[in-house]
């Protein structure tokens, strides 16, 4: 069988090779940012997606019922008894825990686990009618990042690394700032790309260490070598790929290998926090013993959709927000690790003049029910809320949306949301509307 190419051949056409392959990347990224436009002018460039795992309490948070305080302690169990996932451990109606107080010009009602946050209110707009339709964490999440409860769909940030790209070709259109302590449920499915190309999943960065894996060389050689092997690599790429068309997992890689090579010099830049400022840090909580990951990843979620980064979203240790017992101890937790970053972002996107096109959004899965949740002792202390697919909060905050503003309402227990009720497939048609992408006309020819 004769080689597919000579020795000589190949240091005839190496040459050519490479002012050919410069010339194929340039048409590439002239092509890719012609074909990547949005449908109509964008409110935002950019979201930052922090997912709240485990379903926070709407009633102790952000939607105060005075209605609980007269009925605690009495019995409701029977009025909604197909609701609750563990009716063995149901318990009477329970008041919440915390203290509510009015915030800013707007108003709003915060509870004083968030008190930095409460500072933000004029910036945020509240969704208090958000609702689901399965209170089992599993399709929960695959509902809240793909809008259909089985795996193997796209999620939201990969619809919107398909639609628009990312403004920065040496990042990642759709970054993932996972949690050390551990993955969310469903792992790393909550960011996949499902049928689009899988160029268009999340890409991992992690908080401790070195950001991502295997992103240097494990020696130094110079910058003409390097050169020379990148784009020897690139025309026998070209080759192999010729050979083999219409298979996505080969582009999806051989992308993967050239976005890498890019972004050792842009990823370093990003992710190196010793360029901020000590006061920024410590507005953030970095080096704090509760908001330090958090902080981190806060901060490090600016700087990314500060480079163009377009959807970039952080996840919390597994699910703390479950908080089925000791939900006063728990709630107050998962607020002390969390509540000051997520001030502190909106704050600095806001100073640099970055809030107006960057969208923020926070949420979970579900939220919780009305009634005590008892642990297996029965002991009313250390009481907690089971899920709830009927009644959610959410909050968004920058480009597209007015701050100081609610959205809807739950009944006068928090049950279910009654009034502008908004679903998951709602919630994610706003969020794709801000990023100017119409979602009827966001579509996938897998032909």
Known sequence: MKPSSSRREFFQTVTGGMMGGALLSLLERETLASSLQP????????????????????MDLFDPKPELDRLHGQSYFDKIAGEVENPQAAGSMMRCPYKFAQHGQCGMTVSEVMPHLAKCVDDIAFIRSMYTTNITHEPALFLAHS?????????????????????????PAYVVLEDPGKLPVNGTQNWQAGFLPPQHQGTRFRATGAPVLNLKPTFNQPEAIQTLERDLIAKLNFKHKAKRPWQPRLDARMASYELAARMQLEASDALDLN???????????????????????????????????????????????DNHTEIKKGLRGCCDKTDQPVAALLKDLKQRGLLDQTLVVWGGEFGRLPI?????????????????????????????????????????????????????????ATILHCLGLDHHKLVYNRN
């Open 39 to 58: 449908h109509f002018q964008p409110k935002a460039k950019s979201v930052i997606h922090l997912f709240m795992n485990g379903g926070p309490s709407q």
């Open 147 to 171: 809008g259909r409860m089985q795996p193997g769909l796209p999620t939201l940030g990969a619809w919107a690394s398909y639609g628009l790209g990312s403004e920065n070709q040496n990042l």
């Open 275 to 321: 360029q901020e400022t000590e006061a920024t840090k410590k507005m953030y909580g970095v080096g704090g013993k509760a908001t330090d990951s958090y902080g981190h990843r806060c901060l490090i979620a600016r700087r990314l959709v500060e480079r163009g980064v377009r959807f970039v979203q952080l996840f919390i240790d597994f699910q703390i927000w």
């Open 372 to 428: 005590a949740q008892l642990p297996g002792d029965k002991n009313a202390d250390k009481a907690g809320r089971d899920h709830n697919k009927n009644a959610m909060v959410t909050w968004m905050a920058g480009g597209g949306t007015k701050g100081g503003a609610v959205h809807g309402a739950t009944d006068d227990i928090g049950m279910a949301a009654v009034q502008d009720r908004v679903s998951i497939p709602d919630w994610h």
